[in-house]
């Protein structure tokens, strides 16, 4: 069973930076097709970030702000926010593919205050 382990949320004043990680105990092979999404209240989840081994893809909400990166050796995979704004607020999930199942991260709550 593929398990996805999210940390790094918390709450940052508006100009601040978070990095979130999304982490599995397997291989990094695992984290090959990756997305993030956010839910924010009364909203519909998503879609903020896509990445695979070619590159990565961004939403317009974001572009600019956010970056995923990884790291092979941990088989973690990063989103790196920056100057964070109150709209930024939400539940961020990590989602991977994996032999054609969607497997999710448990959530992490991201509050940015002014």
């Known amino acids: 069973q593929v398990q996805l382990v999210q940390s790094g949320g918390g709450s940052v004043q508006v100009g601040g930076s978070l990095r979130l990680s999304c982490a599995t105990s397997?291989?990094?092979?695992?984290?090959?097709?990756m997305g993030w999404y956010r839910q924010a209240p009364g909203r519909q989840r998503e879609l903020i970030a896509r990445a695979g081994w070619s590159g990565e893809t961004y939403a317009d909400a974001v572009k600019g702000r956010f970056a995923v990166s990884r790291d092979n050796e941990k088989s973690t995979v990063y989103l790196q926010m920056n100057g964070l704004r109150p709209e930024d607020t939400a539940i961020y999930y990590c989602?991977?593919?994996?032999?054609?199942?969607?497997?999710w991260g448990q959530g992490t709550q991201v509050t940015v205050t002014s």
């Open positions: 989602r991977t593919t994996w032999g054609r199942t969607d497997y």
């Open positions: 397997g291989s990094a092979l695992i984290l090959a097709d």
